[in-house]
Nanobody, 123 residues
Framework: QVQLVESGGGLVQNGASLRLSCATS????????MGWFRHAPGKEREFVAA????????AYADSVKGRFTISRDNAENTLYLQMNSLKPEDTAVYYC????????????????WGQGTQVTVSS
């Protein structure tokens, strides 16, 4: 069993930066691939970024490539998402998820999900 708790969301202006954190717990959490996803009103939940359990195999959605950076610190049991140059269209609830299969995360599938943290970017 893996528990995930996101934090770091908030209200920022266009062009600002935020860093999201996802604290993990559970004996085997560090062996899971992990990802970030977002869900905006009126849209389906979408993939944002994923990272393999060793910190390799990083992938990003085209919409965030070059602006967002995913990383993990297995010693601290934490997943991060550094978000720079935020735009109003980045407004959404952001979720982290964990799965044994990295490829499933790219399909917005995960064994374990956090409760989400709201990110709002004003124009």
């Amino acid at each position: 069993q893996v528990q995930l708790v996101e934090s770091g969301g908030g209200l920022v202006q266009n062009g600002a930066s935020l860093r999201l954190s996802c604290a993990t717990s559970g004996r085997t959490a560090s062996t899971y691939a992990m990802g970030w996803f977002r869900h905006a009103p009126g849209k389906e939940r979408e993939f944002v970024a994923a990272i393999g359990w060793r910190g390799l195999g990083i992938a990003y959605a085209d919409s965030v490539k070059g602006r967002f950076t995913i990383s993990r610190d297995n010693a601290e049991n934490t997943l991060y998402l550094q978000m720079n140059s935020l735009k109003p269209e980045d407004t959404a609830v952001y979720y982290c998820a964990a799965d044994r299969d990295y490829s499933r995360l790219r399909s917005v599938v995960g064994d374990y999900w956090g409760q989400g943290t709201q990110v709002t970017v004003s124009s």
